[in-house]
Structure formats: C-alpha cells, structure tokens
T-cell receptor
Framework: GAVVSQHPSRVICKSGTSVKIECRSLDFQATTMFWYRQFPKQSLMLMATSNEGSKATYEQGVEKDKFLINHASLTLSTLTVTSAHPEDSSFYIC???FGAGGYTFGSGTRLTVV | AQSVTQLDSQVPVFEEAPVELRCNYSSSVSVYLFWYVQYPNQGLQLLLKYLSGSTLVKGINGFEAEFNKSQTSFHLRKPSVHISDTAEYFCAVSDTGGAQKLVFGQGTRLTINP
C-alpha cells in the first residue's frame, strides 16, 4: 500500500520551454505532498509542501514563479518547471505523507535542459 | 525548524566489518526520525524509522538505529556489512505535528571494500 507514481522518469527539454512532472498516489488519498530536488551526489532539498485545494508552501530561496505546484485533487500533484534553463537540470522527487510518520516517494524524474 | 547533520560524508569499510553512520538532529519539538538508502540512479528506500516507544529500532537488511534524545542522535549501525550495502544513506527528521515536512541530512556515502 501507499504507492506513489511519478512521471515522466526522464525528460529532455529545450531551454525556455516548460516541463510538467506528475505525482499520483495510487491507493490512498494524499492530502499533503512534498517536492524535492536532488543535485548529483547531494542530498534531497525540500522545495515545497503541496496541500490539496490550497496554495503550495515554498521553502526559502525557491522561486515559486519558476516552480509551479498544483495539487488539485487528493491523488495528484504536479510540478511545472517554467522557462527551464540548463541550471534547472536536476533529479526531482515527489513524496506523499500518509498517517503519522508515513512517507512514500516517487521514483524521481531526471530533467535535462539543453 | 528542524535540521539534520550527518557527520561523515564518506565512510569506507571492509566487507564483513561493522559500521556506524552518525546522525544528529535539531528540533524544538518532538520528532520522528528516519534512515533511507539510495542506490545509484534509483529512488529512496526506507531502512527504518523511529516514531515512539523503544529507542532501539530494527530495520531491513540487518540495520538498526538507536534514538538518543539527550544527545539528539539517531546513529545507524550494522554488525557486518556486505558489498551490496554500498550506497548513499540519508538520515531524515520530521516534526510530529503540523505539516510534518521531512528534512534530510547531507547523506553519507558508504563504500564497502572487499
């Protein structure tokens, strides 16, 4: 139980275009989801907390106009990287919280901006 | 806000030797504590977690960790490591209330040498 599906697993886009990453909870309702960014050989940096039906809460230093998060339903949260540039290339991971102390993670999206 | 410090960025160990990966946390409120493992180009896998109760927590693959509230530590141990344990290990902490954001440490690269 508590499975999260993240798509796509890999995406290559041209500089200046936008990319949408989806995170779906398959067998539970995810009121709260989290988005992380991971640079090579580094840790997961929390970007934002996504709550169903309300605006996302962004961590300090994260550009909310560049990284648009939408959590329109209890099973889907999306992260859109707008006007992507090469420095946005990274590994993006979503996570959903279930119950007390329960977290499940998507398999990640490798974004390469060329 | 809570934070996590993993004291060692890299730990080289010989096969079948014991290992301890150190983790200290900081929080003004009660916490949940976690250890995750990440193999190259893969997502996160939960090794173990402390929510409450016994301070010694046993996880998968022979790992265990001990919660020490007075020292604000949650060190991970394994009595005998295998080549397959080579991976990146992340300690993480969340508050027990509110958004329960999961915050990660910097990671420890465990390398097992034959």
């Amino acid at each position: 139980g508590a499975v999260v599906s993240q798509h796509p697993s890999r995406v290559i886009c041209k500089s200046g275009t936008s990319v949408k990453i989806e995170c779906r909870s398959l067998d539970f309702q995810a009121t709260t989801m989290f988005w992380y960014r991971q640079f090579p050989k580094q840790s997961l940096m929390l970007m934002a907390t996504s709550n169903e039906g309300s605006k996302a809460t962004y961590e300090q230093g994260v550009e909310k106009d560049k990284f648009l998060i939408n959590h329109a339903s209890l099973t889907l949260s999306t992260l859109t990287v707008t006007s992507a540039h090469p420095e946005d290339s990274s590994f993006y991971i979503c996570s959903a919280r279930f119950g007390a102390g329960g977290y499940t993670f998507g398999s990640g999206t490798r974004l390469t901006v060329v | 806000a809570q934070s996590v410090t993993q004291l060692d960025s890299q730990v080289p160990v010989f096969e079948e030797a014991p290992v301890e990966l150190r983790c200290n946390y900081s929080s003004s409120v009660s916490v949940y504590l976690f250890w995750y493992v990440q193999y190259p180009n893969q997502g996160l896998q939960l090794l173990l977690k402390y929510l409450s109760g016994s301070t010694l927590v046993k996880g998968i693959n022979g790992f265990e960790a001990e919660f020490n509230k007075s020292q604000t530590s949650f060190h991970l141990r394994k009595p005998s490591v295998h080549i397959s344990d080579t991976a990146e290990y992340f300690c993480a902490v969340s508050d027990t209330g509110g958004a329960q954001k999961l915050v990660f440490g910097q990671g420890t690269r465990l390398t097992i040498n034959p």
